[in-house]
Structures are given as structure tokens and as C-alpha cells.
């Protein structure tokens, strides 16, 4: 990253102290304020875990070590979308890995990798709790797409490509499909 | 009444539009439970709400199926410390996807159920964690949890009585072990999720250093159908040791995944056949993990007779887990299914314990020298003696949790292992 100091607006400020108010320690406010930090600068190099350091008053080796437990926070830049393709159990038993072969395919990339515009990264991840929905892809850490085929997944990518998002998908229980169905018609 | 489950109407997600609005959820009789604890404290003393929830049976849905009362009587007695519940939502285990349904379709249900143990216990604060990925499930939440500040079930004086409590929800950033009670609690204080060494206890030192009941969301949203019906009419619902309605995770090569709600104890052939569908393509069934990925897998013709509940899964060698179901069909690879749960729980392993730490990273590469036909008959031997080497050697479950799998799944399908290892290493005559 470029040299300059980092610093969050008065706003982040603001969503910070109230994180903080939550919990009886600015330590617990750790990962809620790395997820605003990473909203911010898109990853959570380690000049952004200074910053995160500095504004909670903690030792830098503290917020790295929490940094760099956990899966979600991204320790590099990555590409505008990143897809995280499930292989995991029932996604593996479904299709996941074709999913995620075919999204190398199409992207010119493997797993880890970004592409060379800076778009897309794929990476291969564990269980994200969809298994009845497999195979499936989360979207930047935020949106599920659901129970994806070849088609799909070119779809996805294509409206992906032109800034289009998929939205959230409701999966209701098979048993109340039929009567919420009725209601809200 | 497990024999008319196609009758049942569920009790923890009704199908009822809208219920995730307050208002809907109040016509429908919700927060009554609440109300009656709290507008008859004589009758529902802190001790008889604890007593009913104990007698009541509702059995840990989290996975280990703890008496939930019974947890919540290991709480000490108020002192000046602060006392906290703390809401499991972190559902990592592969093969579960059931407290996402409770957060979209019925929160204020879970709401409930946490206030009336948070009540029951004297808590004064309870966190609700869930998985970072389900942030859109997050988002839901908080407005529910909003709505309930708003209407007065949270904040000060609850309802004019002398009850008052905070819920805060917060979620963490992907890894499995979070899910993990004491890691969940670890993460909860902003650090990395480390299982911690028990005793003490959470109920002795838990949050802070302070008194904390951890429990599942599933598990709490029972609580108002206990206080609403009685533990007696609890118990009637299910088989006799596992009652109550239970979200029934099914996945896998099954024409119509998803979840759905059935009393505990269904016929596990009910559940693939009638309710989810069959096997897909018209294929047989080869095999079934009934509870999640660390759950021992079943053979088919281990599973005749067998219902979801806790004895009956432990006579047929396996455990109810989360009841998230993966059914396997007649084309499964068993070497590669292994394989990637070694590969889950070495990725997963948090690092602080040996056995485990070196242990699943050697269980994945056996795996790999296998799953590649470059494995000996020897090599599944070893595979199954690391396993005694990782359970029960270790802080918390993750070893026991990876070690099941492997030593399950190669002996309930041998044969198919050892067509997959070179015949043999050096010529006998």
C-alpha cells in the first residue's frame, strides 16, 4: 500500500464506539472493527491492522493474531468479487467441485488467484451452511447463490461481469412452501 | 406421537407469513410465555421455570444433546459479578443449515426463549454470535431484535416487573471452532477462538471470568413451547429419551433437500424416502452421516429400524449431532468423501494441542497418498492408530470430531479402501 496515514472518518468513528459499547472491553470490538475496517479498505494488510491497533488502543500483534485466525478477513487485496466456492461434504457430494472448475475455466484462474483486471478471485472454501442448497457460491462474503448448474454459474459470472449482484434468496421450508405461497399471492 | 408425523404441524417454524414481524408473531401468541413468567412470579419462580425447562428434557440441539435445564442449574448463585447467556448461532458443522431458518422465518420465538432463560438464571446480558458468514441472516435478526427493544421484551424493567436485560448480537469471521462453546467465548472477547482448558466451567468462569450458560439457538427457541404446554406435553412429542420438535437438516443426493420440522425420533427411512424424496436418479442408498461431519456414517443396512434420536443412533453406531442428515447414494466414493473431511478438519484445527494440530494434518496426507492409489493396506492400519492417538488427548472435540470419520468410515467400508491401496509391496512364494 501507498505511504499515508490511514485513519477512519468521524462516521466509522461513530459505528465504532457503538460496537464497542456492546461489550465490556475495547478488546472484544476486535473483529467487529476489522470488518469495518475491511468494508473500508477492502482487505486487512497490515497497515490496516495498525490502524485497527491505534484506534483501540491495542498491541498491533494482538489484532494480527485475531487477523489472522480467521478466514473471512481478506489479507491481501482481492478482486472486486470474490467467489467462494463450497466444496465441502454436501457440496462435494453435489457438484461443488464442478463448480469450482468451472469457474477456473472461465476465468482463466485457479483457486487463490486473481484475475488480471482485479474483477474476480476464486477461492475453495469449508461449510457455509447451505447444504440443502448445494452446490453454492458466497459472493464477497455477503450473498448465498443457491443450488447452482452450468448455467447458472455462467450467469452469475456474466452478470457479475456488468456490476449486477444476485440478491437474497429466501429458501422457506418445503413443508410451508405451498401455504406462504397461497398468503402472499 | 412419531407414527403420525404426516400429521404434524410444526411448532418451532409454523407456517404462518410474516412471522418474523413482531406484530404477526404477538397475534399468533407469541411472547405470551414471557408475559406469564413474568406477570406470575410466585408461580414461575426462577427455580420452577429452570425446574419445568429441566423436566422438560429439551435436549442440547447444538449437537452434544444436554438436558437444557439440567445446564442451566450449574449456574452459581447471583453475586455482584455480571452473569451471561451466550447464544450459539455459529452452526459450522458440515451438513448443518437448521438456526438460519430460525433467524429469517421465526426469531422472536429464539428471543423468547433467551429471555426466559436469561431471566431463569438472573442474566443480565446476552450475546447472540453467529457465523460471519451469515451476515444477511445477521442483518434479519437485528431488526427482530430491534423490534422486541422497541415493544419493551428487552431493556429495563421488562413489562413493569423488576426484570431487565441487554441482548447484543455479534458475529465472528469463519472458523469452525467457534462453534466450540469455550472458543465460541473466546472469540466473543475479541481474540482468537481457542478452546479454553475445562474446569473451570463456563457456569464458574465463562465470559470475562463471569458466570455464562452457553447454549444453541434451536435449543432456546423450545423454551416458550415448554413454558406455553408444560413438560409434559413436551415430553409427549418424539420417543421416550429425545423429545420435542427438531429441525431435521437433510442434504445431500436426496430429490428435495432443505429443512423441515418433525418431532425427535423419526424413522431415519421416513425422512429420506417420504419427506425428502428419495434418492435422486432413482439410485440406491449407500450411506448416511446422520448429525453433521463428525457424526460416524451409517451403511445403509446398519440403518433399518433406525430413528433419529439419541438411544436408537447409538445402538445402529453413530449420534444425533446436529441432526443435519448427508445422504450418500450408490455411486459415493468413500475415499474421496474421507479425504475431504480429513481435509475440513485439518484446515479447521485450531493449532493449540498437538494430537490434533499434527494429528488431522496427517490423517489429510495418508488420506491423499491413498485417494492418489498410491496408499499400502498398511497405511489404513496407521490411519486407524493415529486416531486413539488424537481422541480424548486434547483441550476440546475437534480430534474426536475428525478422528470419528476416519475410524468409521474405514471400517463400515473397508473393502472399498483397500481396492484403492496397491496389492501388495513384495511377491509371497
Not at chain 1, 468451472?102 to 469449508?126: C, H, M, N, Y
Amino acid at each position: 500500500m501507498a505511504e499515508q496515514e490511514l485513519h477512519f472518518t468521524d462516521e466509522e468513528l461513530n459505528e465504532i464506539e457503538k460496537i464497542k459499547a456492546k461489550f465490556p472491553t475495547a478488546k472484544a470490538a476486535t473483529l467487529r472493527v476489522l470488518w469495518v475496517a475491511q468494508k473500508k479498505y477492502g482487505h486487512v494488510e497490515p497497515e490496516v491492522q495498525a490502524l485497527v491497533a491505534k484506534t483501540l488502543d491495542l498491541p498491533e500483534s494482538h489484532v494480527h493474531g485475531v487477523a489472522s485466525f480467521y478466514t473471512q478477513y481478506y489479507k491481501e487485496e482481492m478482486g472486486k468479487f470474490v467467489l467462494d466456492v463450497c466444496t465441502c461434504l454436501s457440496c462435494q457430494l453435489c457438484g461443488g467441485y464442478d463448480v469450482l472448475h468451472q469457474i477456473e475455466d472461465r476465468l482463466g484462474i485457479k483457486a487463490g488467484e486473481t484475475t488480471d483486471d482485479g474483477l474476480f478471485s476464486v477461492q475453495e472454501v469449508e461449510c457455509l451452511g447451505a447444504c440443502g442448497y448445494a452446490p453454492m457460491v458466497q459472493i464477497t462474503n455477503g450473498v448465498y447463490a443457491n443450488n447452482l448448474t452450468e448455467e447458472k454459474v455462467d450467469k452469475l459470472l456474466e452478470n457479475l461481469k456488468n456490476g449486477k449482484m444476485p440478491e437474497f434468496e429466501s429458501m422457506v421450508m418445503r413443508q410451508n412452501e405451498k401455504r406462504i405461497k397461497a398468503a402472499t399471492e | 406421537m412419531v407414527e403420525d408425523w404426516k400429521s404434524y404441524e410444526p411448532l418451532l417454524i409454523p407456517d404462518i407469513p410474516n412471522l418474523h414481524k413482531i406484530d404477526v408473531y404477538e397475534d399468533n401468541g407469541g411472547y405470551e410465555a414471557f408475559r406469564t413468567v413474568l406477570g406470575d412470579q410466585d408461580k414461575w419462580s426462577r427455580k420452577n421455570v429452570t425446574e419445568e425447562v429441566k423436566a422438560a428434557n429439551i435436549r442440547g440441539r447444538g449437537g452434544a444433546g444436554f438436558n437444557c435445564g439440567l445446564k442451566w442449574s450449574f449456574m452459581p448463585e447471583p453475586d455482584d459479578r455480571p452473569r451471561y447467556l451466550a447464544c450459539n448461532g455459529d452452526e459450522s458443522e458440515p451438513g448443518t443449515f437448521k438456526d438460519r431458518n430460525i433467524f429469517e422465518f421465526n426469531p422472536h420465538l429464539f428471543i423468547e426463549g433467551a429471555l426466559i432463560a436469561a431471566y431463569a438464571m438472573s442474566i443480565d446480558t446476552i450475546y447472540v454470535y453467529v457465523r460471519g458468514e451469515y451476515i444477511d441472516w445477521v442483518n434479519k435478526f437485528e431488526e427482530a431484535v430491534e423490534e422486541a427493544y422497541e415493544k419493551g421484551y428487552i431493556g429495563n424493567n421488562i413489562l413493569d416487573s423488576d426484570f431487565s436485560v441487554d441482548l447484543h448480537t455479534t458475529y465472528g469471521a469463519g472458523a469452525y471452532i467457534c462453534g466450540e462453546e469455550t472458543g465460541m467465548l473466546e472469540s466473543l472477547e475479541g481474540k482468537r477462538g481457542y478452546p479454553r482448558v475445562k474446569p473451570p466451567f463456563p457456569a464458574q468462569k465463562g465470559l470475562w471470568g463471569n458466570p455464562t450458560t452457553i447454549n444453541n439457538i434451536e435449543t432456546l427457541a423450545n423454551v416458550p413451547l415448554v413454558i406455553n404446554n408444560g413438560a409434559e406435553w413436551y415430553q409427549s412429542i418424539g420417543v421416550e429419551g429425545h423429545t420435542g420438535p427438531v429441525l431435521y437438516g437433510i442434504s445431500g443426493h436426496v430429490n428435495k433437500p432443505g429443512v423441515y420440522e418433525y418431532p425427535a425420533g423419526m424413522p431415519v427411512m421416513d425422512l429420506i424416502n417420504d419427506v425428502a424424496g428419495g434418492i435422486r436418479g432413482g439410485k440406491k442408498l449407500k450411506a448416511l452421516i446422520p448429525g453433521g461431519a463428525s457424526t460416524p456414517i451409517l451403511r445403509a443396512d446398519q440403518l433399518e429400524g433406525v430413528s433419529m434420536d439419541s438411544n436408537s443412533l447409538r445402538e445402529a453406531g453413530s449420534m444425533m449431532g446436529t441432526a443435519g442428515m448427508v445422504v450418500m447414494d450408490e455411486d459415493t466414493d468413500m475415499v474421496d468423501l474421507l479425504w475431504r473431511i480429513t481435509h475440513f478438519f485439518h484446515h479447521e484445527s485450531c493449532g493449540q494441542c498437538t494430537p490434533c494440530r499434527d494429528g488431522t494434518g496427517w490423517l489429510e496426507k495418508v488420506m491423499v497418498k491413498i485417494k492418489n492409489g498410491n496408499g499400502e493396506i498398511k497405511d489404513l492400519d496407521l490411519l486407524l492408530d493415529m486416531t486413539t492417538m488424537m481422541e480424548g488427548r486434547t483441550i476440546c472435540a475437534l480430534a474426536d470430531a475428525a478422528a470419528w470419520p476416519v475410524r468409521h468410515t474405514i471400517t463400515r467400508f473397508r473393502d472399498e479402501f483397500e481396492a484403492r491401496c496397491k496389492k501388495s509391496v513384495h511377491a509371497v512364494a
